[in-house]
T-cell receptor
């Protein structure tokens, strides 16, 4: 299947700092990318959906000013967690799809905010 | 909004026993997908079901989509230790986003 990469795979930061996570589709054009977060032993919760060149659509309860999403190209989307706090510590997973094809998930980024 | 319920939350079986996880949606789904996530890993796509009443098999795994397209099941015959992980169903709502169930964590002991 298609490959989606994420960088970094893990990050530790101080409270109040901002963290950027990259999601790349390596061998296909990701017209749509999704960002999920997953708390330990819980399911994936969709945070936002982004279409290339458009503003992201955020799910209810997700602060768009805190979780900035940029999908400027067909192979790259970024999620920036601004002014991170310990409660933002989580596993962030992106997925990407081309048109109506299936979604492919990235390996995830584990964020720990101290 | 659409909710996808999945049961059981946990299942512990002896190697060789069968395993089934069930998924129910509050609304009719256009399709349903199943994923497997190993501990520490990311979700890996297993299969997609689209048609009402559809049944698909992958070796020891059997996937079913209900007639009303509101429920689905994954059955594993004669489990092996390599089957350990969390199995998620994900229903596709209107638009593109998948709505994940809470998952069923399977533990297989030899």
């Amino acid at each position: 299947g298609a490959v989606v990469s994420q960088h970094p795979s893990w990050v530790i930061c101080k409270s109040g700092t901002s963290v950027k996570i990259e999601c790349r589709s390596l061998d296909f054009q990701a017209t749509t990318m999704f960002w999920y977060r997953q708390f330990p032993k819980q399911s994936l919760m969709l945070m936002a959906t982004s279409n290339e060149g458009s503003k992201a659509t955020y799910e209810q309860g997700v602060e768009k000013d805190k979780f900035l999403i940029n999908h400027a190209s067909l192979t790259l989307s970024t999620l920036t967690v601004t002014s991170a706090h310990p409660e933002d510590s989580s596993f962030y997973i992106c997925s990407a799809k081309e048109g109506a094809n299936e979604q492919f998930f990235g390996p995830g980024t584990r964020l720990t905010v101290l | 909004g659409q909710q996808v319920m999945q049961i059981p939350q946990y299942q512990h079986v002896q190697e060789g026993e069968d395993f089934t996880t069930y998924c129910n949606s509050s609304t009719t789904l256009s399709n349903i997908q199943w994923y497997k996530q190993r501990p520490g890993g990311h979700p890996v796509f297993l299969i997609q079901l689209v048609k009402s009443g559809e049944v698909k098999k992958q070796k020891r795994l059997t996937f079913q989509f209900g007639e009303a397209k509101k429920n689905s099941s994954l059955h594993i015959t004669a489990t092996q230790t390599t089957d350990v992980g969390t199995y998620f169903c994900a229903g596709r709502r209107s638009g593109y986003a998948l709505n994940f169930g809470k998952g069923t964590s399977l533990l297989v002991t030899p």
